[in-house]
């Protein structure tokens, strides 16, 4: 463990900064591939409610979840 957090370190990053990444990309592909809830979201990556997600969200994008949605799918061409 002691090694992965040097080389982390080396890159600049951590393992939180890592796992909150993943979890952001993870998020996203949900919201944009699904009609799935935040309920069901939060609980498919891991976090224990809503609110972490919609306060993880905010903090990587600056925006809700529901509003990054929102706008990924009126920029996405309809086929």
């Known amino acids: 463990?002691?090694?992965l957090?040097?080389?982390l370190a080396?890159?600049?990053t951590?393992?939180?900064a890592e796992r909150a990444r993943h979890v952001v990309r993870h998020a996203e592909r949900l919201l944009e591939g699904t009609n799935l809830d935040l309920d069901a979201i939060a609980a498919?990556?891991?976090?224990g409610s809503p609110s972490r997600?919609?306060?993880?969200f905010r903090r990587v994008h600056r925006v809700t979840?529901?509003?990054f949605r929102r706008?990924?799918?009126a920029s996405t061409p309809r086929g």
Do not use: K, N, W
């Open 44 to 47: 498919s990556i891991g976090l």
């Open 71 to 73: 706008e990924r799918r």
């Open 5 to 7: 957090q040097r080389h």
């Open 65 to 67: 979840p529901g509003a």
């Open 14 to 16: 951590s393992l939180r």
């Open 53 to 56: 997600l919609v306060a993880l």
């Open 1 to 3: 463990v002691r090694s």
């Open 10 to 12: 080396i890159a600049g």
